[in-house]
């Protein structure tokens, strides 16, 4: 595990992005707004090398962060809803084959 301090983050590569690893999973931790108005202290871990970071950044760095939070959390719940139509089609498959091989009785539903 690293610790870290910085000020700065490539711009091009975006808060979200590990500099150690490169994984786009980088997550936010802690946040609090510094006195210097429109600049933030984020504390910033990955969840995939645990590194770790803090630093303090400006609005629009953190409005980049979020947006790829945001899509990140969009990605997220639409594979959960297309696993979710997968699993509920594989239950109705087996569950038509076993009406179709006369499987099932009333006796199933007391």
């Given at each position: 595990m690293?610790?870290?301090s910085?000020t700065?983050?490539?711009?091009?590569?975006?808060?979200?992005?590990?500099?150690?690893?490169?994984?786009?999973?980088?997550?936010?931790?802690?946040?609090?707004?510094t006195t210097k108005?429109?600049?933030?202290?984020?504390?910033?871990?990955?969840?995939e090398?645990?590194?770790?970071c803090?630093g303090?950044?400006?609005?629009?760095?953190i409005?980049?962060?979020?947006e790829?939070?945001?899509?990140?959390a969009?990605?997220l719940?639409?594979?959960?809803h297309?696993?979710?139509?997968?699993g509920?089609?594989?239950?109705?498959?087996?569950?038509?084959?076993?009406?179709?091989?006369?499987?099932?009785?009333a006796?199933?539903?007391?």
């Open positions: 690293h610790e870290a910085r700065t983050t490539k711009a091009e590569a975006g808060l979200h992005v590990c500099p150690e690893c490169g994984s786009s999973l980088v997550q936010p931790t802690r946040w609090e707004q108005r429109g600049h933030w202290r984020l504390w910033r871990r990955c969840p090398c645990e590194w770790r803090d303090i950044h400006g609005e629009r760095e409005d980049a962060f979020d790829a939070l945001d899509d990140g969009e990605a719940a639409a594979e959960l297309e696993l979710e139509h997968e509920m089609r594989e239950i109705a498959d087996v569950f038509a084959a076993a009406l179709a091989a006369d499987l099932i009785t006796d199933d539903f007391s």
